[in-house]
């Protein structure tokens, strides 16, 4: 389902708009003014999610042991890959 909604924009805003349809970069006038909210609304639900992540790692941090055995793992991780070594 979709619902039409109204909006109004300064000129300004629409001059660029019709530009950035002119140039291709959208359909239409409503596919830019669509891109752009589901771009808002992407970014607002990411800052959510970071906000949670970053309440819990608050909440209950690594320990040092995890970070130690994090970091084992990475380098046996590394050491574990087929490449020629740079270093």
Same mark, same amino acid.
Do not use: C, N, Y
């Given at each position: ?24 970069? $959208?359909?239409? @006038?409503? &596919?830019? !003014?669509?891109?752009?909210?589901? =771009? *808002? +609304? /992407? ?16 909440r $209950?941090?690594? @320990?040092? &042991?995890? !970070?130690?055995?994090?970091?084992? =793992? *990475? +380098? /046996? ?6 490449w020629?070594?740079?270093?």
């Amino acid at each position: 389902m979709t619902i039409q909604i109204a909006v109004k924009l300064s000129d300004e805003v629409v001059e660029t708009v019709d530009a950035l349809v002119q140039a291709g970069s $959208f359909r239409s @006038r409503s &596919d830019a !003014v669509r891109r752009g909210l589901d =771009l *808002a +609304v /992407e970014r607002a639900q990411s800052a959510e999610i970071d906000h949670a992540f970053t309440e819990g790692f608050t909440r $209950f941090p690594d @320990r040092p &042991d995890e !970070v130690a055995a994090a970091r084992r =793992l *990475a +380098v /046996e991780a590394i050491e574990a890959e087929p490449w020629d070594r740079w270093w």
